[in-house]
C-alpha cells in the first residue's frame, strides 16, 4: 500500500489547534486524482479501534465524523500533492494517531470505514492535554 508522510502532529492544550498534512509520491498522488479516489484522514486512539474522520472525495464534498464537526476541516492542493486536516477546538478526545489514506467510496463511507488491517504511513500523533 502507498506510504503516506503524515506530519504536524503535537502536544496542545484543549482548545489548541493544529493542522495536519500529508502527502504521497506525485505519481500515486496523481492517479488518486485521475481515478476520483476519495482522501481521508482516520485516528487510532491508543488501545483503541481506529476511526474514519474526515474525508473530501474527487468533486470536493466532505465529511466527517459527528464529533469532529464543526471543529475539523479538511482540504487538499493537488499542486503539492498534499491532504490537509484544520483541527480547531481540539479536545483531549482527539488525542490519537492520524493517518491518511485514499479509498473508492465516498465520503460518507470513507469516515464510516473500520480501516481494520489497513497499512499505510507512519502516521503523527495528536496529543490534547486537559
Known amino acids: 500500500q502507498v506510504q503516506w508522510v503524515e506530519s504536524g502532529g503535537g502536544s496542545v492544550p484543549a482548545g489548541g489547534s493544529l493542522t495536519l498534512s500529508c502527502s504521497a509520491p506525485?505519481?500515486?498522488?496523481?492517479?488518486?486524482?485521475?481515478?476520483?479516489?476519495?482522501l481521508g484522514w482516520f485516528r487510532q486512539p491508543l488501545g483503541k479501534e481506529r476511526e474514519g474522520v474526515a474525508a473530501?472525495?474527487?468533486?470536493?464534498?466532505?465529511d466527517f465524523v459527528d464529533s469532529v464537526k464543526g471543529r475539523f476541516t479538511i482540504s487538499k492542493d493537488n499542486a503539492k500533492h498534499t491532504l490537509y486536516l484544520q483541527m480547531n477546538s481540539l479536545k483531549p478526545e482527539d488525542t490519537a494517531m492520524y493517518y491518511c489514506?485514499?479509498?473508492?467510496?465516498?465520503?460518507?463511507?470513507?469516515?464510516?470505514?473500520?480501516?481494520?488491517?489497513?497499512?499505510g504511513g507512519q502516521g503523527t500523533q495528536v496529543t490534547v492535554t486537559s
Open positions: 489514506a485514499a479509498d473508492r467510496r465516498s465520503a460518507r463511507g470513507f469516515v464510516q470505514r473500520l480501516w481494520v488491517g489497513y497499512s
Open positions: 506525485e505519481d500515486i498522488y496523481e492517479n488518486y486524482i485521475n481515478e476520483d479516489y476519495c
Open positions: 473530501i472525495d474527487s468533486d470536493g464534498n466532505t
